[in-house]
């Protein structure tokens, strides 16, 4: 199953809005005569890809999947009837699907056909694996990683914006890690109209298999810039506003102008676009984990509403003074310690000359 796991990785950064999944097969005297990893949406699954493989030598031997084989028709035919076809002695599942149209269907398949089957092995491990996945279909909502690049004292840009570039090249390199695994990125405005960031794949270590990541935007006044790099170029672009945002951009030309996707939100009683909502969107869309790249200010309102599974900081070794921009902006103040955001190191360690620190909530949701 180990090794099962490892083949579900290669596919992480290519295979949503599906799951990523491994499949090793056994024959009867417990040798390996099969492997397979699905490595992108349409293309054949898993199982049948290491059956593909295997030539029917798995007959009365051993199916290890990192997850409950589908028993649905999607864009390729269910793969369990090809693992009941198969006919193997036993199957071993690390984990349940928990889209509702699978959802134990799988196994019950098998355990019709007369196979052995055990659910369960390394479960933690194909959970943390599919978290997106997972995390959209138990809770309506992606998984959400806040990335943040900062000084030893916190700060995150100098108090005219400056930020290039606080950390080395390392760790600039390691979030295109973050951003290929990601079903989207999300930022703010402020970072739009101070960076023109354009939030894309560019190395080419991330196999993506042409799949980038959905830009959104959280633009409330619509102030988007013509000239904005997110919305100039074949990737895709989703801009979150409000209905005064979109009477902006229409009334300067800018809808018009521009390639990107427009979506209205509602607003609180400040003007602000609700997090909680716009993750549903993007649950709606399909996007299994969104990566928050934004200034202050978007950043604290993700905490703040307790939408943040997943803070990723890397630290750089120097200081930059009171007056340089936070980390975090939160929407009120608190007013006790009782109300402070808690989270636990999950990782921590060096990249390049600066300190990554992974950090979950005290209460994981994984």
Known sequence: MSRALQLAGRGLFST?????????????????????????????????LALGESRGRERGGTAYVTLEPCAHHGR???????????????????????????AGAGVRRIREAGIGVEVGLLGAEAAELNRGFVSRFTRGRPW????????IDGRT??????????????????????????????????????DDPALTVRDARFETHGREPLRVVFDARGQLPPRARVANDEHPTLLLTSKAGAAHLQAHGIRSQLQFELELLPVDAHGRLAPAIALERLAERDCNEVLVESGPRLAGSFVAAGLVDEIVVYLAPTVLGDTARPSFVLPQPLRSLEQRSRFRY??????????????RPVEDHC
Do not use: F, Y
């Open 16 to 48: 949503a809005p599906n799951p990523a999944v491994g499949c090793v097969l056994l024959d009867p005297a417990g040798q390996v005569v099969g492997e397979g990893w699905h490595r992108r949406a349409g293309e054949p699954h898993a199982e049948v």
């Open 76 to 102: 390729t035919p269910p793969c369990v009837d090809a693992v009941v076809a198969a006919a193997p002695k036993r199957v071993v599942v690390a984990m349940q699907d928990p889209n509702p149209r699978v």
């Open 144 to 151: 959400v990683t806040v990335k943040l690049g900062s000084s």
């Open 157 to 194: 840009a100098l108090a005219d914006g400056s930020s290039k570039w606080i950390t080395g090249p390392a760790a600039r390199a390691d979030v295109q890690r973050l951003r290929a695994r990601a079903s989207a990125v999300l930022t703010g405005i402020g970072t739009v109209l101070a």
């Open 346 to 359: 999950a990782d921590v360690r060096m990249v390049g000359s600066d300190l990554r620190l992974t950090l």
